[in-house]
């Protein structure tokens, strides 16, 4: 049996998981479970999948939760060090899908110990590409990518040479409002970008999508995965989301990746790696289809694309920061304190304030700098949106 443990096991891609593993379930000793606000969903499962522990990341729910679990022999946790805790528990496989930077910290500890980690989780990669490869080096751990884009490529380089490959092209549904006048982004309400065209996903994910933040990140945790250069990393949009991204190799050859849009795909091609097993999947009717569409994305309309480009070409730390100012700037936008179009203005105001204080976005890329750069980027994301409604 296959000791696991899903970090964000309340979330869209931890009940996708969850999901998959409830089809087998003889097949898996599961070790840890863990959510957020979620309790009752997060005692449920934990039962049902009879879990060593259930953690919650919020330290004053520990009661309630000890109270769901009341006779179930599940263990109950909360808060941070809890999780951290979890993530010390041997493993064989991981899945990282909590949401944002959070998800960061027991991402690495699980590393430590040697698991296989599934990386839903962008920011990982985002805020600390380089130390989270190093740790994964360092103890023998193996990551493997659940973001579907990166799934495709992945699955793209089977028995390729990373050499070889001229571009990566990741595609983009182009989120709630790729069909929206420029206009009327301005007065996008956080319904609105709630609501997903084709990928049923959590709220922050679905909005950054709608803003194309999403595919940033993504950019971002592109070059840092595949160690390809910012201008080998192409964006498309493809509003069917059936081409989940494609691979240009020197010799003018093109590998797209394609399936229905379904994230249980790219999670159980993680989960049964380097096997492939059937999935209870949507199977792909290319005529029922008839035809797939692509458009260049607007780098005007999307300014979130060209930050991660300079975030790219800058490197240290300023994906921490681009992170957590975007973090950030969407909690504002979620209270309604910001408007949509303000949350590229304030990433980009904090990414100026940080290049231009001494020194700030070149220290060693280590977990201490990371925090302090997310604490600070995320103070003066506040700021700034202070600012802009003054
Ligand atoms: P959800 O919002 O659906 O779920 C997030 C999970 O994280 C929940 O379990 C939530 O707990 C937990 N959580 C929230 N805040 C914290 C915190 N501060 N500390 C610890 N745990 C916390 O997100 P998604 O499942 O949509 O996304 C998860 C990750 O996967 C993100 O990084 C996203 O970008 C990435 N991803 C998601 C895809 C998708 O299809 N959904 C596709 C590709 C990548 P609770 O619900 O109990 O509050």
Redesign the pocket.
Known sequence: MRKISI????????QNTIDLIDRQPSAYNVVAL??????E??AKDARRLNADVAV??YENRLEDLRAALSGSGVEAAAGQAA?TEAAMRPADWVMS????A??LQPGLEALKQGATLAL????TLVCAGALVLETAKRHNARLLP???EHSAVFQALVGEDIETVERIIITASGGAFRDWPQRDLANATVEQASSHPN???????TI?SASMF?KA?EMIETKEFFGTSPDQIEVLIHPESIVHSLVGFKDGAVMAHMGAPD?RHAIGYALHWPERQELPVERLNLAELGQLTFQEPDEDRYPALRLARNVMERGGLSGTVFNAAKERALDLFIARQVGFLQMAEIVESVLIKFETSNGLLDAELNLDNVLQADHLARKWASEAAIQKAG
């Open positions: 970090f964000g096991a309340t979330g869209s891609i931890g863990t959510g957020a606000a979620n309790i969903k997060l919650t990341a999780l899908a909590i949401v944002g959070a998800g839903a989780n962008k920011e659940v973001d579907s990928w049923d996903m959590g709220q922050r994910i950054d999403n990140l994230m």
